[in-house]
């Protein structure tokens, strides 16, 4: 008989959690939620997006895991020295991500994020094979996009708090001046 293998999944927030945590359980792993992301600022919105994600993990029964730290001067240090800003966020949630895999015994990782269409796939997808193998533990990558229009219903009929821009205070700029808004959802 198959054993569920156990995924640590790293989570931005519950209305992301709904579709992505639908379609992984559809393959049979046994999934513990993963919570870090300081590139939300500011501090209240990382509140409300952490809230909706431990609401829908409460709902659900899935094991949650929050790392607490809030380094948003260094993570601002980092958006900004970074030739690009993106692909260093991705990089720095998918590392804690495979490194906290790696501490708990749990071979396998992956993340909500590539279930929006406002994000950079590759990016995704290179950061987190590259934290995988530095960690070794293995990124189980997943275009979740077609499900994104699914995770919109679902948030919005259970009256989940939806994020109106994608994190970090050049994005939250980006989007109210109309700028380009990665994330926007
Ligand atoms: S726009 Fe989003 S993915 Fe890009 S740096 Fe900001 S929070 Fe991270």
Request: glycine residues 4%; hydrophobic residues 35%; neutral net charge.
């Amino acid at each position: 008989m198959k054993t569920a293998e156990h995924l640590l999944l790293h989570s931005c927030c519950g209305p992301c959690m709904t579709v992505v945590h639908e379609q992984l359980k559809l393959e049979d792993f046994n999934i513990t939620a993963f919570f870090y992301n300081p590139n939300i600022h500011p501090w209240k919105e990382r509140e409300r997006r952490l809230q909706s994600l431990k609401d829908y993990a409460d709902s659900k029964g899935i094991p949650l895991e929050i790392d607490e730290e809030y380094p948003l001067e260094k993570n601002i240090r980092m958006l900004l020295d970074a030739d690009n800003r993106c692909y260093a966020c991705f990089e720095d949630r998918l590392s804690a991500t495979a490194e906290r895999a790696a501490e708990l015994g749990i071979m396998n990782f992956s993340t909500t994020l590539s279930v929006s269409p406002y994000q950079n796939q590759s990016f995704i997808q290179s950061a987190g094979k590259i934290a995988g193998e530095k960690n070794g533990v293995r990124f189980v990558y997943r275009d979740f996009r077609e499900f994104y229009r699914e995770s919109i219903r679902i948030s919005s009929e259970a009256g989940m708090y939806r994020q109106p821009y994608c994190g970090c205070v050049f994005s939250e700029r980006d989007r109210y001046l109309r700028l380009k808004s990665p994330g926007q959802i």
